[in-house]
């Protein structure tokens, strides 16, 4: 049976593992955790916007990827800054979101509910 990318997306989002050929090696190396460009310090918007848990937590904060700005590898989200460190946890502190890189949300239900919790608590109430 074949699925669209954004049914694929809705599933990997949910935890679903749903396996799928991949084309390309840009595709593998997006979708990797292990590879140097997703450890790199360098955040790149284009492949950001192709995370669905970033666009959404974009939209629950009110905000369009034209609106965000990207210095010193620290996304200015408005309300609050992000930036993806070599780390498993997820803290809050002066304004700063500190998160793994976003390709670690793709495998862990857990590291997503404890995105979201953090969201709640500290920035959207």
């Known amino acids: 049976m074949t699925i669209t990318k954004r049914q694929f997306n809705h599933l990997n989002e949910m935890g679903i593992k749903v396996w799928q050929q991949r084309n ?33 937590i974009l939209q629950s904060i009110n905000v369009s990827i034209g ?22 946890s997820i803290t809050f502190a002066n304004s700063t979101l500190s998160t793994p890189v976003i390709t670690a949300f793709e495998n862990s239900v857990k590291l997503k509910k404890e995105l979201w919790k953090t969201l709640q608590q500290k920035v959207l109430n």
């Open 67 to 88: 609106e965000i700005t990207i210095k010193n590898n620290v996304i200015d989200l408005g309300l609050f800054n992000w930036q993806f460190i070599e780390t498993e």
């Open 24 to 56: 390309s090696s840009e595709e593998q190396l997006a979708g990797n955790p292990n590879t140097s460009q997703a450890l790199s310090p360098f955040i790149d918007p284009k492949l950001l916007t192709q995370h669905l848990l970033f666009t959404d």
